[in-house]
């Protein structure tokens, strides 16, 4: 089993709607992130968390929200979907020191 | 301003043949770590290597060394002896203590492409 596990793998949506991906991990980790990507622009921060209890914006959070339900347990909600929000999305943990390790992505396309 | 900066889109390469991706990055931290990560055509990011600013001697892990260039501002990775598993997207990462630890900045990537 995959020590970051990202779902779904695939969605399709309509604009307007509301959408959440999940991620969870078995790796122990404190941290969590959520990652957009877009071609030709690398990855981009959209929200990350030290702990349950914290939660803190990254670079592109507007149009996003997330819920961190447990350590292992990170999620990130798009409330009302446009389509420039069609991206890969990664989830990504790390402990203190080390590197981070993402999940396989979600690829998400919104009409 | 860029943080890391890929300067290469794209990179060819023959079987066995050495290669080398380059990365700039800008910081005015002391601290600071620099990753790289290989992105295959199914997408997932996969961890390859890490350096710390700190770290005298440049990082390897197998067939990838990082060429760290304090001074220049340039951790350029090289991978040895290519392999046709290694066409992939490469990205090179910061992480600034002052931004707040673990919080890595990426670059826009190099696309490598490995020939037989």
């Known amino acids: 089993d995959a020590d970051v596990t990202q779902t779904p793998r695939n969605r399709i949506t309509k604009t307007g709607k509301r959408i959440m991906l999940e991620c969870s991990q078995t790796?122990?980790?404190?941290?969590m992130y959520w990652y957009r990507q877009d071609p030709g622009l690398g990855l981009r921060l959209i929200y990350y968390?030290?702990?349950?209890?914290?939660?803190n914006k990254g670079e592109i959070s507007d149009g996003y929200s997330v819920s961190r339900q447990a350590q292992a347990k990170f999620s990130l909600s798009l409330e009302s979907a446009i389509p420039n929000q069609t991206a890969l999305y990664f989830c990504?943990?790390?402990?203190?020191?080390?590197?981070?390790?993402f999940g396989d992505g979600t690829r998400l396309s919104i009409l | 301003a860029q943080k890391i900066t890929q300067t290469q889109p794209g990179m060819f390469v023959q079987e066995k043949e050495a290669v080398t991706l380059d990365c700039t990055y800008d910081?005015?931290?002391?601290?600071?770590?620099l990753f790289w990560y290989k992105q295959p055509s199914s997408g997932e990011m996969i961890f390859l290597i890490y350096?710390?600013?700190?770290?005298?001697q440049n990082a390897t892990e197998g067939r990838y060394s990082l060429n760290f260039q304090k001074a220049r501002k340039s951790a350029n990775l090289v991978i040895s002896a290519s392999q046709l598993g290694d066409s992939a997207m490469y990205f090179c990462?910061?992480?600034?203590?002052?931004?707040?630890?673990?919080?890595?900045?990426f670059g826009t990537g190099t696309r490598l492409l490995v020939s037989p």
């Open positions: 990462a910061m992480r600034e203590v002052g931004t707040g630890f673990q919080k890595l900045v």
């Open positions: 790796k122990g980790h404190d941290r």
């Open positions: 990504a943990t790390s402990d203190f020191w080390g590197p981070q390790h």
């Open positions: 910081t005015s931290d002391q601290s600071y770590g």
């Open positions: 350096q710390g600013s700190y770290d005298e």
């Open positions: 968390s030290f702990d349950v209890k914290d939660i």
